[in-house]
Nanobody, 128 residues
Framework: QVRLVESGGGPVQAGGSLRLSCVASGYTVNRICMGWFRQYPGKEREGVAGIDGDGRTRYADSAKGRFTISKDNAQNTLYLQMPSLKPEDTAMYYC??????????????????????WGQGTQVTVSS
């Protein structure tokens, strides 16, 4: 079992930055696949960024060149650095993890089907 707890969301003005954190317990983040997803009201959850056990990353087009996903093995924490935020980044953000084999490029780390563990989410609200 993996327990995931997100934090770091909140209100921010357009152009501002946030760093989301996801503390994992029950397993070390070092060798597992993890990802960040977001969900708009009334919409399906969509992948933002994923990182596999070897540190390979994949980003959605909306996040590519802007957001950075990373792991801190010492803190057993997953991060999503989000600079230059836009109003369209407003959503609930979720952390996800998988203990199954899921190396990039063989598994889609932007798909909800890849992950079996989820956090409770943290709200990001970007005002214009």
């Amino acid at each position: 079992q993996v327990r995931l707890v997100e934090s770091g969301g909140g209100p921010v003005q357009a152009g501002g930055s946030l760093r989301l954190s996801c503390v994992a317990s029950g397993y070390t983040v070092n060798r597992i696949c993890m990802g960040w997803f977001r969900q708009y009201p009334g919409k399906e959850r969509e992948g933002v960024a994923g990182i596999d056990g070897d540190g390979r990353t994949r980003y959605a087009d909306s996040a590519k060149g802007r957001f950075t996903i990373s792991k801190d093995n010492a803190q057993n924490t997953l991060y999503l650095q989000m600079p230059s935020l836009k109003p369209e980044d407003t959503a609930m953000y979720y952390c996800a993890a998988s203990l199954r084999w899921c190396a990039i490029p063989y598994k889609d780390l932007l798909s909800v089907d890849t992950f079996e563990y989820w956090g409770q989410g943290t709200q990001v609200t970007v005002s214009s």
